[in-house]
């Protein structure tokens, strides 16, 4: 479980195919404290160190994460936003994360706003997820609040902070990102549909 609350950026040094797995090394400033069977957020999808070495350690992407997540499009050298699991009895500063990405979507619009950036995304229109205006929104592991929300978009507001110590300063018009839904919202729904 995470908060989406970015704890450090790391960097894929290297990706390499095994069978149908993509084997993705990283290199972080935390990863002299990791160990093998730890989970990691990374642009909010949960993985597993599988390896350490020096400063850099492996995890491995399945098909299955693949096809939900933008980690098709990754390349060596793109940065990643990272989070470890949180701790009982830590603050839990953003909104309860599981790193289970419910699908993708697309930056569509960035405005900048005298100090802070109004970034829009779009996603499927096949999509059963919903997003409130005032909620919780996790995009690319980062915990934010929904500012405007409309049927499969919404907008949301990056303070200058969260814009320079995530990948968000590299998010360009027409990038894909990851998305999880708010957990509670999406209980919330499964509930009402099944009574329908």
């Not at 697309?106 to 405005?111: G, H, L, S």
Request: hydrophobic share 35%; with cysteine.
């Amino acid at each position: 479980m995470f908060t989406g609350i970015v704890e450090a950026v790391g960097i894929i040094k290297k990706i390499r195919t095994e069978s149908s797995n993509r084997i993705i090394t990283i290199e972080s400033p935390f990863t002299g404290e990791l160990k093998v069977d730890q989970s990691i957020a990374h642009d909010g999808v949960c993985l597993t160190v599988t390896e350490i070495q020096g400063k850099e350690y492996s995890v491995v992407v399945v098909n299955e994460t693949v096809s939900r997540t933008h980690f098709g499009k990754l390349r060596e050298g793109d940065q990643v936003n990272l989070e470890r699991s949180m701790k009982l009895g830590d603050r839990l500063d953003g909104h309860l994360v599981q790193g289970h990405v419910d699908e993708t979507a697309t930056c569509k619009k960035i405005e900048p706003q005298n100090g802070s950036w109004l970034f829009t995304f779009e996603y499927s229109q096949s999509s059963t997820q919903v997003t409130v205006s005032k909620g919780s929104i996790c995009v690319n592991g980062v915990s934010l609040t929904v500012v405007d929300s409309n049927e499969k978009s919404f907008s949301v507001a990056i303070i200058p902070y969260t814009f320079e110590q995530t990948n968000f300063h590299l998010l360009k018009v027409n990038d894909t990102v990851n998305l999880e839904f708010d957990i509670i919202g999406k209980y919330i729904l499964r509930l009402m549909k099944d009574r329908v």
